[in-house]
């Protein structure tokens, strides 16, 4: 996967699909497609976009899982709030889900105005959403290796 986002280098611009993500007008997203299909890269880019699909259903059932896994170890302290912030993973995908369909829409070569506006709003709440509930996982991870080590050093 690395060696196809690599094969989407754009010299002197961000790499592979994070092009799209971040490109936020009508122009920049033709431009990006446009460097493409000169380059041949376009197939590349396709099947990039259909890889992302399946992470999104990589990251999202682990990270609702973990968070709802580490709810129901904190019940008292953190149990309601972890909860609702697990539906927060549920948005995510949703966002990302869009930006696959956009970036597959995009790649057949029909942009309109608003929508890559749109899909980088999109993609920045994605990762403002996933960076931090990842963090909260592994902290939460940790706290509970913590914390079982401590209560089994007290029982012997």
């Not at 592979?16 to 431009?31: F, I």
């Not at 912030?85 to 970036?103: K, P, R, T, Y």
């Not at 929508?115 to 940790?142: E, H, N, Q, Y």
Request: hydrophobic share 50%; with cysteine; glycine share 8%.
């Amino acid at each position: 996967m690395s060696t196809m986002r690599h094969e989407l280098v754009i010299t002197g611009k961000t790499n592979a699909l994070y092009s799209l993500e971040s490109a936020w007008s009508k122009q920049r997203v033709t431009e990006v497609i446009s460097y493409w299909e000169v380059a041949g890269k376009k197939e590349t880019a396709w099947k990039l976009n259909s890889i992302d699909f399946l992470l999104v259903l990589g990251y999202c059932p682990f990270l609702y899982f973990s968070i709802r896994f580490l709810a129901r170890l904190f019940p008292s302290f953190y149990g309601n709030k972890l909860r609702g912030l697990s539906l927060l993973i549920v948005l995510a995908g949703i966002f990302d889900i869009l930006e696959g369909i956009a970036s597959y829409i995009w790649l057949n070569g029909t942009v309109d105005t608003i929508s890559p506006f749109i899909i980088g709003i999109t993609a920045f709440t994605k990762f403002l959403i996933i960076i931090p509930m990842t963090l909260l996982v592994l902290t939460g991870f940790v706290t509970a290796l913590f914390r079982r080590r401590i209560n089994h050093g007290l029982e012997a």
